[in-house]
DNA sequence: TAGATTGTTAATCGATTAACAATC
DNA sequence: TAGATTGTTAATCGATTAACAATC
């Protein structure tokens, strides 16, 4: 399914998470419409952006009038996949797996469910994160198949990463959020995105040593 | 200074730390030279690109015989300011901050010194991660001052981070590693990296939802 | 209706890839 | 030298922006 439409570029995708947080706001501050060129000047992108962009997935607006704040906000979700059930495990419970476990908007703003996390380590096993399991590593297989979990947060050295996701992969993972600074490679029908923060952190240090006067 | 030269596009900066650490691991494994074509293999990019973006800033390679690894990864480091001195400073020590403060590559592997954490909870205050000590908020600016800190990483709520981030501008921080979901709007001599996990997060689920057969 | 604003086509801009002369 | 591979120009591709007819 999914397969006769063309397919939609990868910058259009990743901004559509922005579009749906300036859009959770002007909610939240009971704002019921918008124009694409108000929006645009919130955004700071151009309005004609925004309309393409939408446009990929269908007419939401009205000749006029504008945006309801409201319905592209649900069709935004709808699109991003949150109207869905979004179960998670988390693979390696330290310092950043907990941390994601603890990050409370995930779940409230978005509805993701971390369901447990995993670990070899004997110390972390048994504690609770959050009202959230640290569960042996073995006993993931089954827990994978028994909750048909889609969604793992990968948060293991980068030497166990490549290993694991294979693993995971095969007991049913669909989409892994790799915090490993390594490439995955695994077969096309999953995805992968990747969080490199030491190469986020780079193109930072880049940036302020470089700094031009002309910013963007 | 760095004011006459074309400016680089962030699509190529954004590339350079991936390049260094793959040239990483070719150090790591005693490999001494390497050609655009394998190295484009390697990385699944293609050769004409790699030429290109390194050409941006200087011929690293050598006609006949590729690139030699050593110098390139020296190289590459430099341009992403490695070679300087990376001190920072984590706002916010709550479940993210620590476990940034925790991980140790970003010191070990890319030189960068992480010289204390601050928040205004008297629970944190005292407290170290690994070694690093948990701050009072209101000793922040003479820290700054006295340690001429360049880089933040704000690990605050998003409701906080606006007005801390123009606090820290104010007292001379040049680079945020913004981590609360909300744009940021400073001096155009600022640099902001933005880490807005959840926006990954969706863009995973929405291609969990939506993937076609030929992925990329 | 008149005014506003979308949806969409066309034009522009920038980034990627291909090609090849230069040269080690 | 002959072969390999860069540095760089030219061609292509894709993404962004502009423009405007459709229409609410």
Known sequence: MGNSEKSISSAVIKRLPRYFRY???????????????????????TASQIRQDL??????????????VDNLYTEIGKILGLDKRNDMIIVGAGNLGQALANYQSFNEDYGYKVMALFDVNPKLIGISVRGVKVLDIDEMESFIKAHDIKIAALTLPKDQAPEMAKRLVEWGIKGIWNFAPIDLHLPEDVTVENVHLAESLMTLTYNIHNREESGD
Chains 1, 2 share one sequence.
Do not use: D, H, P
Not at 23 to 45: C, D, F, H, P, Y
């Open 23 to 45: 859009l959770g706001v002007l909610k939240a501050n009971n704002i019921t419409r918008i124009s694409s060129k108000e929006l645009s000047e919130q955004m700071m992108v």
């Open 55 to 68: 446009n990929n997935f269908g007419g939401f607006g009205q000749q006029g009038y504008g945006y309801n």
